[in-house]
């Protein structure tokens, strides 16, 4: 079975900060564009960063210069450092990721998700 497991949620104080990992598993052969999702309460899923397998990063804008996206290609692992986090940030957040199993089969899973609450 190929999954994402994220972890790494709960509830923080505005201006602080937390740090989600991610991590796939299952008969993965490669994974290519990993990325971090969001959807606060009756609000539509956004992205928040994006990653590919070279290390090529992007951003929502409102998460700038405040959040980064990395990933451990060895350990299958993805992380979101978020600091000073915002009220607004609040949302369950997704792992999403693209790659092939290792029947050669196009994968695009998802995680569970992982709710982070930001207090004011």
């Known amino acids: 079975q190929v999954q994402l497991v994220e972890s790494g949620g709960g509830l923080v104080q505005a201006g602080g900060s937390l740090r989600l990992p991610c991590v796939a598993s299952g008969r993965i052969f490669s994974i290519n564009a990993m990325g971090w999702y969001r959807q606060a309460p009756e609000k539509q899923r956004e992205l928040v960063a994006a990653?590919?397998?070279?290390?090529?990063?992007n951003y929502a804008d409102s998460v700038k210069g405040r959040f980064t996206i990395s990933r451990d290609n060895a350990k299958n692992t993805l992380y979101l450092q978020m600091n000073s986090l915002k009220p607004e940030d609040t949302a369950v957040y997704y792992c999403?990721?693209?790659?092939?199993?290792?029947?050669?089969?196009?994968?695009?899973?998802w995680g569970q998700g992982t709710l982070v609450t930001v207090s004011s």
């Open positions: 990653i590919t397998s070279g290390g090529s990063t």
């Open positions: 999403n990721a693209a790659g092939l199993s290792t029947k050669m089969r196009f994968l695009e899973l």
